[in-house]
């Protein structure tokens, strides 16, 4: 019984924690011109409506990406090494992009605000080059990947403390919808 | 006396710097200038108790209008140069209303009994006189102690928009006088002013006066622009902007206003450039495929050349004033540490070996020292340290201080503070580590780039 009630604790925290992504996804990868999202509301709100993007449950829509697979892995501090997690989300990420092949992706890589502002645009653009990598590994034709570093420009979490600053540490798949960005 | 102008330019100098032509004959003709004044005057001193300075008290009356037109900058002229010498912590201004003498005539003879008792040290008069948009500035300046005028007095002549840079000339005039150091005050620094939400930033390029007045904006916010960095005669302006959806270089005309990109290479993003001594190179990262290095850009050909090749980063480099050598920064180490290597690459020396990250380290005017960012411990400081990495000094700390640059004489270092959950803003400091100000802006301001002197 006490086992059973700690296995559903972990599940629920897993679940809060994989409802992170999708709310932390509102910016549509954080760049800011697309008109995605718009700006980060607190932590309450945020959640993402389907529209235009899909139905989350249908595995080839851009909602489903989004939100179910999660568009962003995230690093530590002054790291570009992907984590176990991190990597299972790209492997999700290629199969998805494997079964889409009309999206083409940019990845934009952050920084943290703690460090300085062109250290943190070279190392993002090491964080993304990091996922690129890894998505053609996957076998996602190099023709299809871009990336971009915004260095601590275009933080997903205003505030100036280790939990946003562990959320800010990403590199963001941003799927194209035909769109030129 | 002579142990007053000695103990002024040690203190402005720091333990690093060599002392200036100007400063030399100054002290050399001090005795001759200043007999010793009277036995009840206090001695024209400054005092430095536990690293604080007691600031030299001077005077600075309106300046006298010559004429109908001269009467409305009077007053102002005045502030202009009263707050650039109190912005130095160098100085302090005795107030008009203690003033007992009136100054209501250029030409007159100085009553320094009257300004002895007010304990001022240095008076300084002014006159000012405008025919159409002309405008004719005139000061003496006076050692109130020995009762003699310092130098010879000066006049300048511009157009009456200019009227600030007047200003700026007597108070560089003033200070260069007293200190025996190159004035700054007739300069002007471009940053990125701030607006709207943490995570949707709009920058744009920005320029004003070194004490933050006449702010101008150069781009109009749409597009992301980081770093600005002025070119060593201020005719142009080099920064990164995000315009083409990925970091590049653009440069701007400060004449023109014309744009254009600058070193661009396919499938590279490029930023953090700087200017050559000289105006005619940049030098500027360039990555690509997970490696950040530095490249040259000859501005005039077109012609690039690599000049680090390291599977690390190495990024926000800096000439040194007879561009020989390049300073950057680089984590090949493991950590982003400081590296000198010559302009034409080859071989870097690395010069941080003290505990945390080194960052951003930019070579001041004079050649004596780096100035840089360190983080260690959580927190954020600007420092300098001699060229071969001796002497570290931190003159700041806080929660986040990034990326100095150095007023055209080498004496402050102005750069980017945020405060934790706050907004940035441009504070300076003496390279001493003393007086420390933020610098007034509009609204949030970073990345601070001192252009140089005016003409």
Redesign the interface.
């Known amino acids: 019984m006490k086992l059973t009630s700690k296995a559903l604790l972990i599940l629920a925290t897993l679940a809060l924690a994989a409802c992170n992504n999708p709310r932390a996804g509102g910016?549509f990868g954080?760049?800011?011109d697309d008109g995605f999202g718009g700006?980060?509301g607190g932590w309450s709100d945020g959640s993402i409506q389907s529209g235009a993007l899909g139905d989350p449950n249908d595995p080839n829509s851009v909602a489903h990406f989004q939100q179910r697979i999660g568009d962003r892995v995230f690093f530590t501090t002054?790291s570009?090494s992907l984590s176990d997690e991190g990597r299972s989300v790209l492997n999700a990420q290629a199969r998805w992009l494997t079964n889409n092949p009309q999206y083409a992706i940019v990845i934009e890589g952050h920084a943290d605000?703690?460090?300085?502002?062109?250290?943190n645009?070279?190392?993002g653009?090491?964080r993304a080059?990091?996922v690129m990598?890894y998505l053609a590994s996957q076998g996602i034709s190099s023709s299809r990947l871009r990336t971009?570093?915004?260095?601590k420009?275009?933080?997903?979490?205003?505030?100036?403390a280790q939990r946003c600053w562990d959320l800010n540490r990403r590199a963001v798949t941003v799927v194209s919808l035909g769109r030129t960005? | 006396m002579i142990q007053l102008f000695t103990r002024l330019r040690d203190m402005l100098r720091g333990p690093a710097g060599a002392a200036t032509m100007l400063a030399a004959t100054l002290v050399a003709t001090l005795p001759a200038l200043m007999p010793a004044g009277p036995a009840n005057a206090q001695p024209l001193r400054l005092q430095i108790t536990e690293g604080v300075i007691e600031p030299m008290p001077f005077a600075m009356p309106a300046f006298v209008p010559e004429d109908q037109g001269g009467a409305q900058y009077s007053e102002q002229l005045a502030r202009v140069v009263a707050n650039n010498l109190t912005n130095t912590g160098l100085f302090r201004e005795v107030p008009a209303q203690a003033h007992i003498a009136r100054v209501s005539s250029f030409d007159a003879s100085v009553s320094y009994s009257d300004w002895r008792a007010v304990n001022v040290q240095a008076l300084i008069t002014g006159a000012v006189s405008v025919q159409g948009n002309r405008m004719r500035v005139k000061f003496r300046l006076f050692d109130v102690v020995s009762g003699q005028q310092m130098g010879q007095g000066m006049q300048f002549e511009g157009t009456t928009t200019n009227w600030r840079r007047m200003g700026h000339k007597v108070s560089d005039a003033v200070y260069s006088r007293i200190t025996g150091e190159g004035g700054y005050f007739d300069s002007r620094v471009v940053f990125i002013a701030e607006s709207g939400?943490?995570?949707?930033?709009t920058?744009r390029l920005a320029i004003m006066d070194q004490d933050g007045a006449n702010v101008q904006h150069l781009t109009d916010g749409r597009d992301?622009v980081?770093?600005p960095r002025v070119s060593p005669n201020g005719d142009r302006v080099v920064y990164?902007s995000?315009a083409g959806?990925?970091?590049r270089i653009a440069l701007i005309n400060m004449q023109s206003g014309q744009r254009q990109n600058v070193g661009d290479q396919p499938g590279a993003?490029t930023?953090?450039p700087r200017f050559s001594p000289d105006g005619r190179q940049l030098v500027f990262?360039l990555?690509r495929?997970?490696?950040?290095d530095l490249y040259s850009l000859d501005l005039g050909s077109g012609q690039q050349r690599q000049l680090t090749a390291s599977p690390s980063?190495a990024?926000?480099p800096s000439f040194s004033p007879d561009g020989r050598f390049i300073t950057f920064?680089s984590?090949r180490s493991g950590?982003?540490q400081l590296y000198i290597m010559p302009a034409s690459g080859g071989e870097a020396r690395r010069i941080s070996f003290g505990q945390g990250?080194y960052?951003?380290p930019v070579w001041s005017p004079r050649g004596d020292l780096i100035a840089f960012?360190k983080?260690h411990a959580g927190r954020f400081h600007i420092g300098v340290m001699r060229t071969d990495g001796s002497e570290e000094r931190l003159l700041t700390a806080s929660?986040?201080d990034?990326?100095p640059t150095w007023a055209p004489n080498g004496r402050v270092v102005m750069f980017t503070r945020?405060a934790?959950?706050?907004d940035p803003a441009l504070f300076s400091v003496d390279v001493s580590g003393r007086n420390l100000r933020r610098v007034p802006t509009p609204g949030p301001a970073?990345?601070p780039a001192w252009g140089p002197l005016l003409p």
Do not use: H, W
């Open positions: 910016t954080g760049g800011g700006t980060n002054d570009s605000e703690r460090g300085t502002r062109e250290y645009v070279a190392l653009e090491r080059n990091t990598q971009v570093s915004y260095g420009e275009r933080p997903v979490e205003a505030c100036a960005s | 939400p943490r995570d949707n930033r920058k992301l980081i770093a990164t995000y959806g990925s970091p993003m930023f953090s990262s990555a495929g997970g490696n950040t980063i990024t926000a920064e984590d950590t982003s990250r960052s951003t960012t983080s929660f986040l990034e990326g945020e934790q959950g706050g970073s990345d």
